[in-house]
């Protein structure tokens, strides 16, 4: 697994908005990466559960770099330069017998497998 401290820190910046595990030695929590530190060896991240929770803005957590996995395996949360990711959209409905249609809708990325 690539850490932090594996890359250059232009390396790190493209990382920006893409999931993350972050450790403190004994615990772990999967957060999205949120921006650099300025001596570029820290990083910066945001709990999309805290945001959502409206806690923000103390939502941020410092890592150091040995401390930060990333996790290509999950889509990006935003792009580099903080735009929205754009992906395709899936979407069927489902109809059954006595019941209103369920309409269902994925989004379809190049993270995923076919």
Known sequence: MTT??????EQREQC?????DCSD???????????????GKDAIFVNPAAV??????SWTIKSFGH???????LPRAWQ???????????????YSNHQP???MSRFVG???EE
């Not at 030695?25 to 001596?39: A, C, P």
């Open 25 to 39: 030695g004994e615990d772990t929590q999967t957060l999205v990466l949120h921006g650099i530190s300025d001596n």
């Open 101 to 103: 249609p369920t309409r």
């Open 16 to 20: 920006v908005g893409m999931w993350c």
């Open 110 to 112: 190049e993270w995923e």
């Open 67 to 73: 401390l930060v996995t990333l996790r290509p395996d």
């Open 80 to 94: 580099p330069d903080g735009t929205p990711v754009v992906m395709d959209v899936e979407t069927a409905i489902e």
């Open 4 to 9: 932090f401290d594996d890359m250059t820190p």
């Open 52 to 57: 959502g929770g409206g806690r923000g803005p």
